[in-house]
Nanobody, 126 residues
């Protein structure tokens, strides 16, 4: 079993930046592919970004390409989501997700992830 704990999100003005992190425990972090999703009120949970266990493949959702990035520190069992040039439409609850590593492949569907954090609220004001 894997436990994922996200850092606190926050309130940011449009155009600003924010980094959230997620610490994993319960399993070797290097055996996990990691992902970030978000869900705004009344909307489906949306893929934001994903990173393979080795960090060799990064994939990002179309709505965040060029603004967000995902990184990981396997020594700290931590994955990061760096959000730049934030927009009001980025307001959502952000979820960290993990799945057992299987090759080098970018997983973008929520059903492909086995483990989820509790979510952290990110609010972008205009």
């Amino acid at each position: 079993q894997v436990q994922l704990v996200e850092s606190r999100g926050g309130l940011v003005q449009a155009g600003g930046s924010l980094r959230v992190s997620c610490v994993a425990s319960g399993r070797a972090f290097s055996s996990l592919h990691m992902g970030w999703f978000r869900q705004a009120p009344g909307k489906e949970r949306e893929f934001v970004g994903g990173l393979t266990w080795s960090g060799d493949i990064l994939c990002l959702g179309d709505s965040v390409k060029g603004r967000f990035t995902v990184s990981r520190d396997n020594a700290k069992n931590t994955v990061y989501l760096q959000m730049n040039s934030l927009k009001p439409e980025d307001t959502a609850v952000y979820y960290c997700a993990a799945r057992t590593a299987s090759g080098s492949y970018c997983y973008t569907r929520r059903t492909e992830y086995n483990y989820w954090g509790q979510g952290t609220q990110v609010t972008v004001s205009s």
